[in-house]
């Protein structure tokens, strides 16, 4: 099958003038080496495309794919992650991962998790703060935990996240807020254990591939999977398989939260237990890492004992069950052809 391969290249936006933290979500040339050669060990023949504008230009030259591999995360915007799915979605051609609704959706935590509490899952009670104003209507018992409430890789999240009182929480905040540009997001802090699920599939065909439990080492910062933290997983960082007792809970709530969102054909699922042990999620990643030992889905997948080029077979199968057999995407070829 002929694979597009979509994707942020790190290097290219940290030689245009962006910053590591700004480019944090973005992959790294041996990603993409690796991606292409788990495709090509299936049988697939993969064309790299890039970003999203270079695929606009691809498409507007009149290139086609069977399908595309998208990991391209996007620059701006709540809706940068629905950026090369709507393109792709107007040019009827079929792509890996979630649609942009379900993208922008599980980019905003704030508004995935009135989604999960409307559907009756447990996350943690949590406030939104879009300015300085909004700190005074904050109305949850301390200690709280202050995020982005839309970034991804721990950005923003660092050791004076877990704040313990209004002048803590104001602090945080304004820095969110001024630094990232977006409001910030205010939970109930979970003191308890941490935990990643794996999910692959869609729908009714949804499973996990297993849970790992999130340890903090020495010399970690404090209370979460921060920025820090989760740059330098390999020495701050331990991840071991959790208990089975646990697991079976974690998953259960995992998959009922895949469904619920929409999402499709593989991610992770976060969660972390309250002081009385009880499982909540925190966010629903649908647009996984995939670096093959750096990134949490795959490092789970290798706990596990399933090999990389599974991973990768197994999404893209699931996307398989979505490209028509009738003919739409030759027709939509035809209509979108450069005159």
Same mark, same amino acid.
């Given at each position: ?37 788990? &495709?090509? %060990? ?23 794919? @069977?399908?595309?591999? !998208?990991?391209?995360?996007?620059? =701006?915007?709540?809706?940068?992650? $629905? ?6 979605? #107007? ?16 980019? /905003?935590?704030? *508004? ?41 890789? %721990? ?5 004076? %996240? ?18 990232? /540009?977006?409001?910030? *997001? ?5 003191? +308890?254990?941490?935990?990643?699920? +794996? ?7 949804? =499973? ?14 404090? /209370?979460?999977?921060?920025?820090? !933290? ?16 646990? #697991?079976?809970?974690? @998953? ?13 054909? +593989? ?10 042990? %009880? &499982? ?58 450069? $005159?």
């Amino acid at each position: 099958m002929k694979i597009g391969l979509t994707y942020d290249l790190r290097d290219a936006y940290l030689a245009a003038g962006y910053s590591e933290e700004e480019t944090a979500e973005f992959d790294r040339g041996e990603t993409i080496d690796e991606l292409q050669s788990a &495709l090509e %060990s299936l049988g697939h023949d993969v064309d790299r495309i890039g970003h999203v504008r270079e695929l606009a230009a691809r498409l507007v030259s009149g290139d086609r794919w @069977e399908l595309v591999f !998208n990991i391209a995360e996007g620059l =701006r915007g709540f809706g940068r992650e $629905a950026q090369i799915p709507g393109l792709l979605d #107007a040019f009827e051609i079929p792509y890996t991962f979630s649609d942009p609704l379900t993208s922008s959706l599980t980019l /905003h935590k704030g *508004l995935t998790k009135r989604v999960l509490r409307d559907c009756g899952l447990p996350t943690a009670p949590f406030a939104e703060v879009s300015d300085e104003a909004d700190v005074d209507h904050v109305d949850l018992p301390y200690p709280l935990f202050v995020k982005p409430i839309a970034e991804g890789t %721990s950005k923003g999240i660092d050791g004076t %996240s877990r704040v313990s009182n209004m002048d803590e929480l104001r602090r945080v905040c304004r820095r969110i807020i001024r630094d990232l /540009h977006q409001p910030a *997001l205010v939970e109930s802090f979970l003191s +308890g254990r941490e935990f990643t699920v +794996g999910v692959t599939g869609t729908g009714r065909q949804t =499973r996990a591939v297993g849970t790992l439990e999130v340890e903090l080492l020495a010399g970690a910062e404090d /209370h979460a999977c921060t920025y820090v !933290n989760k740059e330098r997983c390999e020495e701050l960082c331990r991840y071991a398989l959790a208990p089975r007792s646990i #697991a079976e809970d974690a @998953e259960s709530i995992a998959i009922a939260a895949w469904r619920a969102l929409g999402c499709r054909d +593989g991610g992770r699922v976060d969660l972390r237990a309250d002081a009385a042990g %009880s &499982l909540h999620l925190l966010e629903v990643n649908p647009l996984p890492g995939l670096h093959p030992t750096h990134s949490d889905l795959p490092m789970l997948c290798t706990a596990v004992g399933m090999p990389y080029h599974e991973l990768i077979d197994r999404i893209v199968r699931s996307a398989m069950q979505r490209i028509p057999s009738d003919g739409r995407a030759v027709r939509a070829a035809a209509v979108a052809a450069p $005159a």
